[in-house]
């Protein structure tokens, strides 16, 4: 009897023991390197830091919020049809952040908190004031996106 392994090219895809399998999608091409652990260095420390504190930061804030931050990342979402990237409610605020911090650069991603926030009078407290201010662009209806971050 014979058999012919065509689609096992397309279940090889991951890390099996010490190889790590990649596939091309348009080629079935399947490709296999041996796993390399990334060294830790003070970027990946950095970035994991500011992640975790964005990631509080967000669950922290006011259901009102972000559920605004869900209405603009559809509206974003329907007026960039077509594009690759696909926007929710998590990466707009974190996209708002990084924008922040390059407006204002003595502000600490790893530390900034709600109270900060509100103290500092900084032009996130609300979405439309985000937009107004070129954090984010434009969608229609932004301007009714003014429930507070706390």
């Given at each position: 009897?014979?058999v012919?392994?065509d689609?096992?090219?397309?279940a090889?895809?991951?890390?099996?023991g010490k190889?790590?399998?990649?596939?091309y999608?348009?080629?079935?091409?399947?490709?296999?390197?041996a796993?390399?652990?990334?060294?830790?260095?003070h970027?990946n420390?950095?970035?994991?830091n500011?992640?975790?504190?964005l990631?509080?930061?967000?669950?922290?804030?006011?259901?009102?919020y972000?559920?605004?931050l869900?209405?603009?990342?559809t509206?974003?979402?329907?007026?960039?049809v077509?594009?690759?990237?696909?926007?929710?409610?998590y990466?707009?605020?974190t996209?708002m952040?990084?924008?922040?911090?390059?407006?204002h650069p003595?502000?600490d991603l790893?530390?900034?908190?709600?109270t900060?926030?509100?103290d500092n009078?900084?032009?996130?407290r609300?979405?439309?004031?985000?937009v107004?201010?070129?954090?984010?662009?434009?969608?229609t209806?932004y301007?009714?996106?003014?429930s507070?971050i706390v």
């Amino acid at each position: 009897m014979r058999v012919q392994l065509d689609t096992i090219t397309r279940a090889l895809v991951g890390k099996i023991g010490k190889l790590v399998f990649y596939r091309y999608r348009k080629s079935d091409v399947l490709i296999a390197r041996a796993y390399k652990r990334r060294k830790i260095d003070h970027t990946n420390i950095t970035l994991k830091n500011q992640s975790q504190n964005l990631s509080r930061l967000y669950h922290s804030t006011s259901d009102a919020y972000r559920i605004d931050l869900m209405d603009y990342a559809t509206n974003r979402n329907l007026e960039t049809v077509g594009e690759k990237c696909i926007y929710n409610a998590y990466n707009v605020f974190t996209i708002m952040m990084y924008k922040l911090k390059k407006l204002h650069p003595e502000i600490d991603l790893k530390t900034i908190d709600i109270t900060y926030i509100i103290d500092n009078a900084l032009p996130i407290r609300t979405i439309s004031e985000a937009v107004e201010n070129e954090l984010l662009p434009k969608v229609t209806r932004y301007q009714s996106l003014d429930s507070w971050i706390v």
